[in-house]
């Protein structure tokens, strides 16, 4: 079982639907961080969370530590917002190598 | 304006050839890192830097080889001796080491062996 799991892997939604990504994990944590892949293959930081939530425009991600659960909510999506959403946690045990574990990533794919 | 310029975009390489992706970053961060995607997994740590001449390897660095010699640039080697190097090929880097705030990436390299 991989650390960090998303679903869906996959999602197909109509311009103007109301969106969510799911993450969850099952080591204990320092932070969170949800990450966009365009399709050129580049990345962009969305988020960095360690509890709560925080809103950006049109995305809102929220987190529970408790339940090891963090959501990306897209609303009122629009084509561009057509990505790959990656999941990343923070590895609070880590004291070598990489911190940060990497869900597979969710392709969302917008239609007008 | 800031940012991470990787390069080449798309890169062949002929089997026991060796190849360098370029790294070049003007946000004057101290950490920068080197990932690999393939199909299906999650960005794994390949390299990271945390200050100049300085670096560590990551979770999967045999066959790979870095060096740091300004803060700006971090290249990466892929060599000969990296069984499977087809893949894309991230770079990023952040204020503070050990992964701890806000990633920066590139636009990535795609680097496949014939």
Known sequence: KNEVEQSPQNLTAQEGEFITINCSYSVGISALHWLQQHPGGGIVSLFMLSSGKKKHGRLIATINIQEKHSSLHITASHPRDSAVYICAVSDERKTSGSRLTFGEGTQLTVNP | DGGITQSPKYLFRKEGQNVTLSCEQNL???????????????????????????????????????????????????????????????????????????????????????
């Open chain 2, 28 to 114: 004057n961060h101290d950490a920068m890192y080197w990932y690999r995607q393939d199909p299906g997994q999650g960005l794994r740590l390949i390299y990271y830097s945390q200050i100049v001449n300085d670096f560590q390897k990551g979770d999967i660095a045999e066959g790979y080889s870095v060096s740091r010699e300004k803060k700006e640039s971090f290249p990466l080697t892929v060599t000969s001796a990296q069984k499977n190097p087809t893949a894309f090929y991230l770079c990023a880097s952040s204020i503070y080491g050990g992964e701890t705030g806000e990633l920066f990436f590139g636009e990535g390299s795609r680097l496949t062996v014939l």
